[in-house]
């Protein structure tokens, strides 16, 4: 099946840097990635949403200059928290949405990384 | 905001049969069901999806009355492996502006 590997799985940095989280679909095309926020015992909140090659939407209350989205690739989408705060440590998870390579049909469908926590110091 | 209401938490014990109930009353005509789980400190897992009556695979099955405005997801004989959050979203997947909206989820706990 479709897999989404997401890079690193646990980071913990000081307050004041930024961190960079990857997410890379495997085996297909993600035209689409999502990315969702969860703190310990809430569901998942969506941050952003981008489409390959332009600029990420952000929901209503997500700071665009502080969550850094880039999707220059079908097959690679970077998150950057910059300046990282306390009350930015949080899991956060990417998931995409493509078709697959090479198929005859295409398949539509969510993928979800495996998450990374974030833990600002 | 989510489209769908779930209960919070249910308890179960092993080998049971759990039936978790998503009610979603303003679901669209091309809009799907669908069912995640979720482990602690992972992503969510797709479990299945329907548009009406049942379907059925390996992990569960689900059944969706006649008018769609709610939808039910089986576990048969659960174990312990199966305490997970499960979420239950609607929506229009062939749709490129779909976003996926987590509601609160269902915590199962699975007793031995």
């Known amino acids: 099946g479709a897999v989404v590997s997401q890079h690193p799985s646990w980071v913990i940095c000081k307050s004041g840097t930024s961190v960079k989280i990857e997410c890379r679909s495997l085996?297909?095309?993600?035209?689409?990635m999502f990315w969702y926020r969860q703190f310990p015992k809430q569901s998942l909140m969506l941050m952003a949403t981008s489409n390959e090659g332009s600029k990420a939407t952000y929901e209503q209350g997500v700071e665009k200059d502080k969550f850094l989205i880039n999707h220059a690739s079908l097959t690679l989408s970077t998150l950057t928290v910059t300046s990282a705060h306390p009350e930015d440590s949080s899991f956060y998870i990417c998931?995409?949405?493509?078709?697959?390579?090479?198929?005859?049909?295409?398949?539509?469908?969510?993928?979800f990384g495996s998450g990374t926590r974030l833990t600002v110091v | 905001l989510a489209k769908t209401t779930q209960p919070i938490s249910m308890d179960s014990y092993e080998g049971q049969e759990v039936n978790i109930t998503c009610s979603h009353n303003n679901i669209a005509t091309n809009d799907y069901i669908t069912w995640y789980q979720q482990f602690p400190s992972q992503g969510p897992r797709f479990i299945i999806q329907g548009y009406k009556t049942k379907v059925t695979n390996e992990v569960a099955s689900l059944f969706i009355p006649a008018d769609r405005k709610s939808s039910t997801l089986s576990l048969p004989r659960v174990s312990l492996s199966d305490t997970a959050v499960y979420y239950c979203?609607?929506?229009?997947?062939?749709?490129?502006?779909?976003?996926?909206?987590f509601g609160s989820g269902t915590r199962l706990l699975v007793r031995p």
């Open positions: 085996d297909f095309q993600a035209t689409t």
């Open positions: 979203l609607v929506g229009d997947e062939e749709d490129s502006s779909y976003k996926l909206i």
């Open positions: 998931s995409a949405r493509g078709t697959r390579q090479g198929g005859f049909v295409a398949y539509y469908g969510y993928t």
